[in-house]
Structure formats: structure tokens, C-alpha cells
């Protein structure tokens, strides 16, 4: 009987010692049934204290990712909570890590995906920025892994890409580190297609810009918006080269390349032959008219060879009006005829920059054409 209210004291057989009735049912038990009531005892106390002191202690580490902390902890209450316990918690603390840092890593991913542009990186807040691309020093992780260390590497060339080279340059590196990372279960390498894919929508924008500024651009703007892009290309070149020879990362990556040179055969070009048009020549022929006439053939010809730099455009429509007005006035015609001949080269020769050299070098009648298709 002594035992029996002991275990009642212990508070493991709580529903069978609540009245005499269960005390009397425990008398000739003997000594096997002490033995399973103290283990059951001793297990509810243990379940206890696991539930509502262990675990809470526990799964605040887990909370603020101090996975190592948590391992530590196991260890200082092992004796309390026993081997199997031990065990079971090892294990969960190395999933909680994995899960949270596949989760991280999957977050950048998708924000990768999402962003069509530069300007969606740029658009980021500092704490957003920080949210998708910062990733904490790995000193309570467990095994974190080669795509962890890629991402915490790559920071400063994301932060590049957001607010100093927007071109695209900087993702570069870090795309080459992803092409070497472990594939996705499927063999695909997800992280690569999306840095990759964004460092080539950032350059197609870059040099496409490049190009248009080109187009209508003076020589030094224009040869600075040019080399850019030459430049630009060149890298992709390089980081094509650095890709493995015979994997999906090269073969795509040379496809983008290929498609950023494209818009480079829009580049304007010059027009060495208008050296070679000499008016002062025509008008000094016997035939003066046919000779303006030839030379006219010759400038429309030559404009059919766009797009033409800035200067080559200046110089072009400028010869053609010259060339034009003379020719009617050779032929007895007056301003207006002329004017009407060349209807639409005046806005031409505007959106040139004007006129190239002195307009008055044939005379007051030419000059009073340039300022009629000039206005």
C-alpha cells in the first residue's frame, strides 16, 4: 500500500488512485507492476519537461536561425531529455537549417525571375534590396552549402548591377559561379537562367540605348556610345568562353550573344564618297545642268546607304540643296521650284544639326532656298 500511494504522489497513475476503489485494485500487483508504473512516471515527467521547458528553449534558437546554438543546447540537456530524444532533435535542428536556407536561396531565385529589367532591381528599397539579396554569415548554419556561399559572394555585384553599372556587366561573374553550382533534382540550374537572363536583358537595354544615341548623336558622343557597346560585348564574349564547353549554361549564353550584337549592324556609318562631289566643278562644265544633274543622282544615291552618321547627313542634304537650287536656276527656274523639288529634306537637314559650311558660297538665291526648306 505504501507504494501505491507513493506512485499516487508521482502523479503517473492519476486516474486509477482517486479513490479507495483504485488503491485496492493495485494491492498484489508485486513488483513488475512498481517497475512499468515508475518508467511510465518517469517518462510523462521527461515528456513533460521536454513540451514545456526543452522545446520552447529550443525552437527559439530554431525561430532566429541559430542552428549551432540549438545543436549545443541538445547537447547541454541530453541527459534530461535521453538518448532517443537526443536523437530526434539532432536531426530536426539539421532539417530546420536546410529547409531555411533552401528557402533563402529560393526567395532570390524567384525575385530573379520576377525582375524583367534593371529598373526592377534599381526600383528596390534598401531594406528590400537587403531582404532578397543579403544573406547572414553562415556561423550558426549547418552545411549550408555551395549555393549559399555563391549567393553571400555575390552580393556586391548585385549592388554593382543595382545603383553603379546597369548594364548588365557585373552579373556576369556571379552567373559564372552559378553555372558551376550542383543542378537543380531535374538537371536544370535554375539560379544560372536567372542571372543570366537578367545580366542579358540589362545589356540589350544598354546597347540598345548605345545604338539609338549613335544614330543622331555628334562624333564624340558617338564614339563613346560605340565603344560602350563594342565593350560591353566584348564581356559576353569572355563569359561565354568561361562557361563549361559543353553544357545548356554555354549554348544559351552564346545564343544571347549573337542576339546583343545584332542592333551593332545599325550603327551609323560615314560617307567618305561626298569627298569626291565637287559643285564648283559641274558649274564650270560646258553643260553645267547635266553635271548637277549627275551629281544630284549621286547624293540620292548615297542616301539609300542609311543610317548615316550625324556629320555624313549634314553634309549630304547640304550638297543636295545646293546641288538642286543650282540646277533649276542653271535651267532658268526660280527659288520656289526649287523649294518644291526638295520638299522633306529641309526637316531632314534640321534633324542633321543644320546646314555644314557656309550656305552663302553660291550666291544670295541658294541662300534664300536653305532658308525657304529650312523653315
Not at 247 to 270: C, F, N
Request: net charge neutral.
Amino acid at each position: 500500500m505504501t507504494r501505491a500511494f507513493a506512485f499516487c504522489a508521482l502523479g503517473t497513475l492519476a486516474a486509477g488512485c482517486g479513490g479507495l476503489g483504485g488503491l485496492g485494485s493495485m494491492v498484489g500487483l508485486g513488483p513488475s507492476y512498481d517497475t512499468t508504473a515508475m518508467e511510465n512516471a518517469q517518462r510523462q515527467q521527461q515528456d513533460a519537461m521536454i513540451n514545456f521547458t526543452f522545446r520552447p528553449g529550443w525552437k527559439n534558437l530554431i525561430d532566429v536561425q541559430k542552428f549551432k546554438s540549438a545543436l549545443a543546447y541538445i547537447d547541454a540537456k541530453k541527459d534530461e531529455i535521453g538518448e532517443t530524444n537526443q536523437k530526434l532533435y539532432v536531426e530536426e535542428t539539421h532539417r530546420e537549417s536546410k529547409t531555411w536556407v533552401d528557402g533563402r536561396i529560393t526567395k532570390l531565385r524567384r525575385h530573379l525571375q520576377d525582375c524583367k529589367s534593371q529598373k526592377d532591381v534599381a526600383a528596390l528599397k534598401s531594406d528590400d534590396f537587403a531582404y532578397y539579396f543579403s544573406f547572414p554569415p553562415p556561423d550558426e548554419l549547418l552545411s549550408p552549402g555551395p549555393a549559399y556561399a555563391w549567393a553571400r559572394s555575390s552580393l556586391i555585384d548585385f549592388e554593382d548591377f543595382r545603383s553603379r553599372k546597369p548594364n548588365g556587366e557585373t552579373l556576369l561573374r556571379p552567373a559564372i559561379g552559378a553555372a558551376a553550382l550542383p543542378p537543380d533534382d531535374d538537371g536544370e540550374n535554375r539560379l544560372f537562367d536567372a542571372v543570366e537572363q537578367l545580366a542579358f536583358a540589362a545589356s540589350k537595354d544598354s546597347i540598345r540605348a548605345d545604338v539609338d544615341l549613335a544614330l543622331n548623336a555628334p562624333k564624340a558622343d558617338r564614339e563613346s556610345a560605340v565603344a560602350r557597346a563594342k565593350s560591353l560585348l566584348a564581356k559576353w564574349a569572355d563569359f561565354v568562353k568561361a562557361l563549361p564547353a559543353d553544357g545548356k549554361p554555354r549554348a544559351q549564353a552564346a545564343e544571347h550573344e549573337a542576339a546583343l550584337g545584332k542592333p551593332l549592324a545599325e550603327l551609323p556609318r560615314d560617307l567618305p564618297e561626298l569627298d569626291g562631289i565637287d559643285v564648283s566643278t559641274a558649274l564650270a562644265a560646258d553643260q553645267p545642268e547635266q553635271e548637277l544633274r549627275k551629281l544630284e543622282r549621286t547624293l540620292r544615291g548615297l542616301e539609300s546607304k542609311a543610317p548615316l552618321t550625324r556629320e555624313a547627313r549634314q553634309k549630304l542634304y547640304t550638297l543636295l540643296v545646293t546641288v538642286v537650287a543650282l540646277r533649276n536656276f542653271q535651267a532658268g527656274r526660280e527659288e520656289p521650284d526649287a523649294v518644291a523639288e526638295l520638299k522633306g529634306v529641309g526637316e531632314k537637314l534640321k534633324s542633321a544639326g543644320g546646314p555644314a559650311g557656309d550656305t552663302r558660297q553660291f550666291g544670295a538665291r541658294v541662300q534664300g532656298v536653305f532658308d525657304a526648306v529650312l523653315r
